[in-house]
C-alpha cells in the first residue's frame, strides 16, 4: 500500500513536471506567434508606406514646385527694395521715388505679403505630410493604449492618402459627437488606411466614400462605405483570408483585411464586411468601450 502511494506521489510528481515544462512551451510558442504577428503587421506597413510614398512624393514634389517658382518675384522685389533704400541712404529721394513707381514696389510688396502666407502654409503642410507618414511608419509594438477621438484618426487616414483619393474621390464625413476611444491609434489608423486604400480601389473614375461614426449604448461603431464595384459574391467569405486578393499578380498581396481583422480582434472589437454590389461596400468595425 505504501509503495503503491509512493509510486503514485511520485508519478504525480512527474506529471506535474510534465505540465509546467509544457506550459513554458506554450508560453514560448505564443510569445514567438506574438512576435511573428507583429512583424507580418510592421511588413504589411511598410508595404502601404511603399504605395503610399509615391503619391506623397508627388504632392511635397508639387509644394518644392511652388516654393521654387515663388522665389524669383521674391528676390526681385528685394533687390529693388534694396536699391531704393540705397537711393534714400544717399539723399536721392526724388530719383528713389521715381524709380519704386517705375517698378512697381508698392503693389509688389503687397503681393509679397500674400506669397509669404502662401510659402507658410506649402511649408506647414509638407511638414504634416512629413510628419503624419513617420507617424505612420512607425513600429506600434508597445504602443500604449490610449483615449484618441476616432474621427481623427480616419482623418489623418485620409490625409495620408489624399493624393490617392484625389479630385476623383469625394469624402463624406458623417461623424458622431463623442468619438472617444480607448485604442492603439497607430494600429486603428493603419486599419482605416488599409479599409480607404481598398475603397480607393475599388472606384472607378469618380465615387465618393462615406466614413461614419456612431455611438450606440457604449458601442462605437465607425463605417467605411464605398460607391465602388462591389464584392463578387462568391469573394464575400475569403477577404478577410491572408493572402486572398482579386487584384493583378504585383498589385495585391491580399493582406490588408487579414492585418486589419487582426488589429480589430486585438481591440476585442468585430470587424464585417456588407457587400451591396453594385452599389459599393461598407465595412463596420465596432468596439465597446
Ligand atoms: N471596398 C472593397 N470593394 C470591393 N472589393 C473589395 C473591397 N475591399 C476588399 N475587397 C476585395 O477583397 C480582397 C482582399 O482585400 P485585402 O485588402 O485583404 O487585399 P488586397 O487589397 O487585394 O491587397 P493588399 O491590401 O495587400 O494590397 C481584394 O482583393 C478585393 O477583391
Ligand atoms: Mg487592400
Do not use: W
Not at 510659402?119 to 512629413?130: A, D, F, H, K, P
Not at 510628419?131 to 489623418?156: N, Q
Request: charge should be negative; include cysteine.
Amino acid at each position: 500500500m505504501a509503495y503503491e502511494h509512493h509510486q503514485v506521489l511520485t508519478l504525480n510528481e512527474q506529471l506535474e513536471h510534465k505540465v509546467a515544462e509544457r506550459t513554458a512551451e506554450l508560453e514560448n510558442t505564443v510569445r514567438e506567434l506574438r512576435a511573428a504577428e507583429a512583424q507580418a503587421v510592421h511588413a504589411e506597413k511598410m508595404a502601404s508606406v511603399g504605395r503610399l510614398a509615391a503619391g506623397i512624393a508627388h504632392e511635397i514634389n508639387n509644394l518644392i514646385n511652388f516654393i521654387a517658382n515663388s522665389l524669383p518675384p521674391l528676390e526681385e522685389t528685394f533687390r529693388d527694395a534694396r536699391a531704393i533704400l540705397g537711393l534714400h541712404a544717399g539723399g536721392a529721394h526724388d530719383e528713389a521715388a521715381r524709380r519704386a513707381e517705375l517698378r512697381g514696389l508698392p503693389a509688389a510688396v503687397v503681393e509679397a505679403e500674400a506669397v509669404f502666407h502662401t510659402l507658410r502654409n506649402g511649408v506647414q503642410r509638407s511638414r504634416e505630410i512629413v510628419a503624419g507618414l513617420t507617424r505612420f511608419a512607425r513600429r506600434d509594438e508597445g504602443e500604449p493604449c490610449r483615449e484618441v477621438d476616432v474621427g481623427r484618426l480616419l482623418d489623418s487616414a485620409v490625409d495620408l492618402l489624399r493624393y490617392e483619393l484625389d479630385s476623383r474621390i469625394e469624402v463624406v464625413r458623417r461623424y458622431c459627437l463623442d468619438g472617444r476611444l480607448r485604442c492603439y491609434p497607430g494600429a486603428l489608423t493603419q486599419v482605416f488606411v488599409n479599409l480607404l486604400t481598398n475603397a480607393a480601389q475599388a472606384i472607378d473614375g469618380k465615387g465618393n466614400i462615406t466614413l461614419t461614426t456612431a455611438r450606440d449604448a457604449g458601442a462605437l461603431t465607425v463605417s467605411v462605405e464605398d460607391s465602388g464595384t462591389g464584392i463578387a459574391p462568391d469573394a464575400v467569405n475569403k477577404i478577410f483570408e491572408p493572402f486572398f486578393t482579386t487584384r493583378e499578380v504585383g498589385r495585391g498581396t491580399g493582406l490588408g483585411l487579414a492585418i486589419a481583422h487582426a488589429i480589430v480582434e486585438r481591440h476585442r472589437g468585430s470587424i464585417r464586411v456588407e457587400p451591396r454590389a453594385p452599389q459599393g461596400t461598407r465595412f463596420e468595425r465596432e468596439k465597446s468601450i
